[in-house]
């Protein structure tokens, strides 16, 4: 009887044991899949992160682009040419518009004088006065034109210079499209200063 008392303990420990043994392994796996999940987390926070910067750095480029395009003023250099005739003289330029000639800053040459290099000019081609030089700088227009001096002579006169913006220029002649069919057909009226001059290189 004592013997099969013992076999039997010895069985119970043995089947304790196995049990002790498969709860273990199942704390152990437990465990790494905890980990695991843990990680995956991990990662998938990190990608995240990544991907919020990689979306804000985008919208940061359209910003910039947004900005570039905002600041276009959405004319070209022939059609501020014409405004700025509007607004510095508007009757001398309407009265002679069929002998107007447009160059712009690229081609005028540097025997305009150093004063208006990497000017553009709109002009009846006769002396200094009948010369509109401008300058697109930025959002601004810089503005030359000869002024006759005290005695009315134009070999002794002397530069006047005016900076406005695009804007303003828009403003006053570029609002309406009453306003826009004008400019617009005035500057397709200007002739090629380099026709008149190969026309007249002779003379």
């Not at 273990?24 to 910067?53: I, L, M, R």
């Not at 330029?93 to 150093?114: C, E, I, V, W």
Request: neutral net charge; proline residues 1%.
């Amino acid at each position: 009887m004592n013997k099969l008392w013992q076999i039997a303990g010895v069985a119970t420990l043995l089947l304790l044991a196995g049990c002790g043994n498969q709860t273990a392994s199942q704390q152990t796996s437990s465990s790494s899949q905890s980990s695991s999940v843990s990680s995956s987390s991990s990662v998938a926070s990190s990608s995240s992160a990544t991907s919020s910067s990689a979306t804000n750095s985008s919208s940061a480029a359209q910003s910039s682009s947004t900005a570039t395009t905002t600041n276009n003023s959405g004319v070209n250099d022939k059609q501020i040419g014409v405004m700025v005739a509007f607004l510095t003289m508007p009757n001398w330029f309407k009265q002679n518009l069929d002998g107007m000639y447009y160059q712009p800053a690229s081609l005028t040459t540097h025997s305009r004088g150093t004063a208006v290099r990497n000017y553009s000019y709109v002009s009846q081609m006769g002396d200094p006065t009948s010369f509109i030089y401008y300058q697109v700088n930025g959002e601004n227009v810089n503005i030359k034109l000869w002024e006759l001096s005290a005695q009315g002579g134009v070999a002794d006169g002397h530069w006047k210079n005016e900076t406005v913006s695009i804007d303003r220029l828009k403003n006053d002649y570029y609002v309406n499209q009453s306003q826009k069919d004008e400019v617009n057909s005035d500057a397709n009226q200007l002739k090629s200063a380099q026709q008149f001059m190969n026309a007249h290189k002779n003379d």
